[in-house]
């Protein structure tokens, strides 16, 4: 059966932050109907509302499912971007965070989406990464047990936080190791033809 994997998408979510990890989760499904296995994968959008979302640089998505209509997930993914900030406040969905990854396997943030994870409850009390420019604010907040810097992405127990924009791919080709194991997740970064050295730092 394959695993339900749910990005959460509100207005202002960073656009990479989400469209990133699903670049790499869908792509899994691809390499593997080139090989003739079964697709491991269902990846769906959820948002509050059915209504299309207006992202941080101006992407209008439209979700697959809305918070209530969504039951269960094996993993769930929440990026960051300047909406994060207002999403802190909106208890409801705090609350369907907390509940949802109640029964998840995995539970993923990337960025500013690690906000809300310490605040809605399955980030509290652990270890955790954001964006560079959100680590002192974090910190401050005084719920996770310890805020890291200078990282890609951390794992704490089933709980992994990515570090900004782009390294929410890095995370995601983790993550697909860990659940297909490396050599899935090494055909799906070539076929991506993602190279994780930054291109200044490739030229040298």
Not at 9 to 19: P, R, S
Not at 60 to 75: F, G, M, S
Not at 142 to 162: F, I
Request: proline share 5%; aromatic share 6%.
């Amino acid at each position: 059966m394959p695993s339900t994997i749910g990005l959460l998408i509100f207005d202002d979510a960073e656009e990479l932050d989400f469209v990133g990890p699903w670049e790499v989760f869908t792509m899994v499904n691809q390499v593997c109907a080139r090989t003739g296995r079964e697709r491991p994968h269902d990846v769906m959008l959820i948002a509050e509302r059915g209504s299309p979302v207006r992202c941080a640089k101006g992407m209008r998505v439209l979700p697959d499912i809305t918070t209530a209509q969504c039951e269960r997930l094996d993993v769930l993914l929440i990026p960051g971007g300047q909406g994060t900030r207002r999403e802190v406040k909106n208890d409801a969905l705090l609350a369907w965070i907390r509940n949802i990854s109640g029964r998840c396997e995995w539970i993923t943030s990337v960025c500013t989406g690690s906000l809300l994870l310490t605040a809605a409850g399955p980030g509290k009390g652990r270890r955790v990464t954001t964006h560079w420019g959100f680590i002192e604010q974090l910190r401050a907040r005084g719920e996770a047990a310890e805020v890291l810097e200078r990282v890609r992405y951390v794992r704490d127990g089933n709980l992994v936080t990515a570090a900004g924009v782009s390294a929410g791919i890095d995370m995601a080709l983790w993550l697909v190791g860990q659940m297909h194991g490396p050599a899935l997740a090494r055909s799906v970064q070539r076929a991506m033809e993602y190279d994780p050295a930054p291109p200044y730092a490739a030229e040298v």
